[in-house]
């Protein structure tokens, strides 16, 4: 690729089909040679930031570049959000460099939280920071806190979270509580019983999802017969 850019004589387009290859799968120095090349003349489009979102080992210098060249307000939709969160690698960063942008319209939105609460690779840090930046009119969710609760790997941690942070706006309807119950260790299903004072009505239902309890934890059970 770097003979190509570099290549005396040789015609290549700057077109969407050459850009959007490298942006996605490139580093700093192809994507300069690029620009170059282009005599930096790049058109910057958002599909061309969702491309770098994508871009596993680069995707947060490529970003820094795009955001350097763009001009005017720079609108980022909820996927392009999304898809930063489920690049676990470099997502946070990206997201950093682009709430850190005066130009820069991005929300993180009930979609951005549902994809973040269900993915197991996602570090609490990267929870944390989402939960923070969420907009202003985006509620903690019941469906929120359901997924986080069924994470594979992080349940526990993200509902901790969730508790020590924002206990007051957690929905605690029937289905959270069955959640609860049907995932969490005993120690996380106790504080949340401890910090959202909820009143839990035992059904069968309920009953059974505490004997099937993903962590295979009976001391949920044990609390809900007491």
Known sequence: MTMLLEGHGIDIPITEDIV???????GRPIFQRLIDR?????????????????NREHGKDI???????????ILIREE?????VERTHNGKDILELLLGHPRVSLSV???VLKTAAKNRELDLELWTFLLDNRGIEVPIT???????????DKRDEFITRLLNKWATVIPTTPAVVQAVVENLEKSTFQKFLNIT?????????LAYSAAINRRR?????AILLK
């Open 38 to 54: 282009a005599g930096g003349e790049i058109y910057i489009q958002e599909w061309i930031f969702e491309a770098a979102v994508k």
């Open 142 to 152: 019941e469906d929120i806190v359901k997924l986080a609760a069924e994470n594979y």
């Open 217 to 221: 934890d009976e001391g949920v059970l």
């Open 20 to 26: 959007g290859p490298i942006v996605r799968h490139f």
């Open 109 to 111: 939105t009930e979609k």
């Open 80 to 84: 392009i959000v999304s898809a930063a």
């Open 63 to 73: 970003t820094a570049i795009l955001l350097d060249m763009s001009r005017g307000e």
């Open 197 to 205: 004072e909820v009143e839990i009505l035992v059904t069968g239902a």
